[in-house]
């Protein structure tokens, strides 16, 4: 057993997805794809192992201290802030759920980080110490990305990954960044969320949809029109679709 991985203090076990989450949409025995946060040639999430429940799945990596102090103080939060958008059914005000998570940006974004921790440990996709460390003293980094979409295909996902669609020499490459960069992709139910940490480089989307950005300048792109349809630039029809439209510009010091 290592230490604390955000205070550096001794250890416990703490429930990497929070237990209100499990409780409140009744994840017991529902199994998550767990993955790679990549497409493979299929088209399909690439998974690394049979899907499984989240309620059985810990951390040793975490004190007790902390779980039971910021960590379930932040947990007590976000749970207030998305449960309306965690339901079976998507609420069809969704515009003006998300236009809400506005004010509390800040604690979207150390939340989902403070996940990406945790999972990343389990995972060995482990988060950078000095982001750790930065959550523990509630700072969000500088270079942090958070982005939420609507999935209209219900699933269960987790994934962490080094992994990058970059645009290079025209066109999009797909490349592996050592350990200096990490995303996490988390779908419960209708509702993806992803944290992403690529210096150096800008995320940008190839089609007129994009997620709802959360931190660090909160923005929900217009409607746009399709075969004279009108939709929300946020709605995609599958993960793979979003994820396969999010790609990178990067500076050149970045892919030497
Ligand atoms: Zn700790």
């Known amino acids: ?24 949409c009744d994840l017991y025995k529902t199994k998550f794809r767990m993955g790679f946060s990549q497409e493979n040639a299929r088209g399909e999430m690439d998974s690394i192992s049979q899907p499984q429940p989240l309620s059985g799945f810990y951390t040793i990596d975490v004190c007790g201290t902390c779980n039971n102090g910021w960590m379930s103080e932040l947990e007590g939060k976000a749970k207030k802030i998305l449960c309306p958008l965690l339901q079976i ?55 942090i990305i958070v982005d939420m979409a609507y999935d209209d295909e219900f699933g269960h996902y987790m994934a962490m990954s080094r992994q990058w669609n970059v645009w290079k020499d025209e066109k999009i490459i797909s490349m592996q960044v050592g350990k200096q960069s990490f995303r996490l992709t988390w779908q419960v139910r209708h509702l993806v969320m992803r944290v992403h940490y690529f210096p150096g480089c800008e995320m940008t989307m190839t089609k007129p949809r994009f997620p709802v950005r959360i ?21 995609y029809k599958t993960l793979e679709q979003l994820e396969h439209e999010t790609c990178y510009a990067c500076h050149d010091f970045v892919l030497k």
């Open 215 to 235: 931190y660090p300048k909160f923005g929900i792109s217009p409607d746009y029109v399709e075969n004279g349809i009108t939709k929300r630039s946020y709605h």
């Open 1 to 24: 057993m290592g230490s604390c991985i955000f205070c550096g203090g001794g250890n416990s076990k703490e429930h990497i997805v929070a237990e209100w989450l499990i409780r409140d």
């Open 89 to 143: 059914t998507w609420p069809t005000n969704d515009k003006e759920l998300f236009q809400s998570l506005f004010l509390n940006s800040g604690v979207i974004a150390r939340w989902l980080l403070k996940t990406a921790c945790t999972f990343g440990a389990k995972m060995s996709v482990e988060v950078m110490e000095q982001i750790r460390r930065d959550i523990y003293a509630d700072v969000v980094p500088v270079g």
